[in-house]
Nanobody, 119 residues
Framework: QVQLEESGGGLVQAGGSLRLSCAAS????????MGWYCQAPGKQRELVASIISGGSTNYADSVKGRFTISRDNAKNRVYLQMNNVKPEDTGVYYC?????????????WGKGTLVTVSS
């Protein structure tokens, strides 16, 4: 069974940096896309950034120029470098993967890692 596990969350001051990591484990034939979503308190989960197998990236307008998503295809890992963070970046960050395993195509989510940005 494929699992995603995030790490790297924590408390950071506004203007600081944080790096999130997500590792996919299990029987994985290929990963089409991976991404990071954020669920702020009282709000719906929203896309922060995504990256496809070819390397193309997509970012929410609110994080463009501050966050960078990258991927290690050999290790089935995705990263989110968060620079110049703001209090509004606070939330639970979830890793997401569109992947192929036994039985076909699956969408998998991690359990999330909490990021708290203090002002």
């Amino acid at each position: 069974q494929v699992q995603l596990e995030e790490s790297g969350g924590g408390l950071v001051q506004a203007g600081g940096s944080l790096r999130l990591s997500c590792a996919a484990s299990g029987t994985i034939f290929s990963i089409n896309a991976m991404g990071w979503y954020c669920q702020a308190p009282g709000k719906q989960r929203e896309l922060v950034a995504s990256i496809i197998s070819g390397g193309s990236t997509n970012y929410a307008d609110s994080v463009k120029g501050r966050f960078t998503i990258s991927r290690d295809n050999a290790k089935n890992r995705v990263y989110l470098q968060m620079n110049n963070v703001k209090p509004e970046d606070t939330g639970v960050y979830y890793c997401n993967a569109d992947l192929n395993s036994w039985g076909g195509n699956y969408i998998r989510w991690g359990k999330g890692t909490l990021v708290t940005v203090s002002s």
